[in-house]
């Protein structure tokens, strides 16, 4: 959700400007800054003893501090300042959420996943101010299409885990779900429907694919034996379908 729409962008914008890098770095830095910010939210607010991990945690935030301080100073020359306060302030709003989610212990919650999956793919904005110093306006829809995309796979995936948890006979599957599952792909379908009335096959189909595989993931849930699949598995089908996504809205943004 990270990376692949920077790729996308770096591809779509037909030009190349070495800040992307700096995007690149500082979108990474700050994701991997992450873990080591818990680790010491953890420290700070809730473990009454010290943990070993909390210093090498501390170096490790550091060098990631560094890194993203290097790279937004490269960005600092190269974006509007319009972009720079508004992805900087998304960026520090965003973390403090994940920090505060995490030492909660609540990062599985299926709200918080979406708004990761909208915060992740915004990488592709930041791309495009690298790139040609402003946001392009198919950008703005490339990201739309991305976190789509992205929060009907979390939907689906998350519905899979319920309804293996209810095969247990622990509890019972949740019905709203699968229902905001399918209402995430209803609305995937209706998009492509949109984008072919206006003429953009591509993204159609782009969106279709989509729309087929999280569907084929759906039903299976239904079969016993096809629920048992690796996780694993179902992980890299996820992959391999959002590869494909991206490569067909290359084809139909170009």
């Not at 873990?35 to 939210?41: E, G, N, R, Y």
């Not at 909390?54 to 890194?67: C, K």
């Not at 034996?225 to 992980?235: D, M």
């Not at 890299?236 to 943004?253: D, H, K, N, P, T």
Request: charged fraction near 10%.
């Amino acid at each position: 959700m990270l990376l692949t729409p920077i790729i996308c962008v770096a591809i779509l914008a037909r030009q190349w400007h070495w800040s992307e890098l700096a995007t690149l770095t500082a979108a990474f830095a700050a994701l991997a800054a992450k873990d080591p910010m818990v680790v010491l939210a953890r420290q700070r607010f809730v473990w009454r003893q010290r943990h070993p991990e909390t210093a090498a945690a501390a170096q490790w935030l550091t060098g990631w501090i560094v890194i993203l301080l290097l790279s937004g100073l490269v960005l600092a020359f190269n974006w509007p300042l319009k972009g720079i306060v508004a992805l900087g302030l998304g960026v520090c709003i965003f973390s403090m959420l994940a920090i505060a989610i995490n030492v909660k212990n609540r990062q599985r919650s299926t709200l918080f996943q979406i708004a990761s999956a909208a915060a992740l793919t915004s990488s592709s904005l930041a791309t495009s101010l690298s790139a040609t110093g402003a946001i392009a306006p198919w950008c703005w829809w490339l990201w739309l299409l991305m976190a789509m995309q992205a929060t009907a796979g979390i939907l689906v995936v998350h519905t899979r885990l319920d309804v293996r948890i209810a095969s247990r006979g622990t509890a019972q599957a949740s019905k709203h779900l699968r229902s905001a599952a399918q209402v995430s792909l209803s609305a995937l379908a209706c998009a492509a429907v949109t984008a072919a009335l206006l003429g953009h096959g591509w993204i159609a189909l782009a969106l279709l694919v989509v729309v087929m595989g999280y569907w084929y993931d759906l039903r299976g849930q239904q079969d016993p034996a096809a629920l048992q699949t690796p996780l694993k598995t179902v992980g890299q089908r996820a992959l391999a379908l959002s590869s494909l996504f991206a490569a067909l809205l290359i084809i139909g943004f170009w």
